[in-house]
Nanobody, 128 residues
Framework: QVQLVESGGGLVQAGGSLRLSCTAS????????MGWFRQAPGKEREFVAT?????????????YYADSVKGRFTISSDNAKNTVYLQMNSLKPEDTAVYYC????????????????WGQGTQVTVSS
């Protein structure tokens, strides 16, 4: 099991940027596939990005993004800090949601039901 804590949410104007952090406690951080999901009010949870390691290293091209955020969001990690980041640029009002970090064993997935470990979520609000 791994415990996840997100931070970095807030209020930002359209076109602005935020960086979310997800810090994992527990062992073998790099053995997990990490994912970011979001849920807007009245909507279902949706996939944002996922990131997996090759060996024990996360590479920039070992990531997959939802079409809605591709080119604007970038996932990265600092293994020494057991932390995954989601850099969000050119934010739009439709990006407003609670953002969740999640972790799973095995292969990457865009289905939240495949992830067994979740953080508490952090609110991102983008004003127009």
């Amino acid at each position: 099991q791994v415990q996840l804590v997100e931070s970095g949410g807030g209020l930002v104007q359209a076109g602005g940027s935020l960086r979310l952090s997800c810090t994992a406690s527990g062992r073998a951080f790099s053995s997990y596939v990490m994912g970011w999901f979001r849920q807007a009010p009245g909507k279902e949870r949706e996939f944002v990005a996922t990131w997996w390691s090759v060996g024990s290293t996360y590479y920039a091209d070992s990531a997959y993004y939802a079409d809605s955020v591709k080119g604007r969001f970038t996932i990265s990690s600092d293994n020494a800090k057991n932390t995954v980041y989601l850099q969000m640029n050119s934010l739009k009002p439709e990006d407003t949601a609670v953002y969740y970090c999640a972790a799973k064993r095995g292969g990457y997935s865009t289905n939240g039901n495949d992830y067994g470990n979740w953080g508490q979520g952090t609110q991102v609000t983008v004003s127009s």
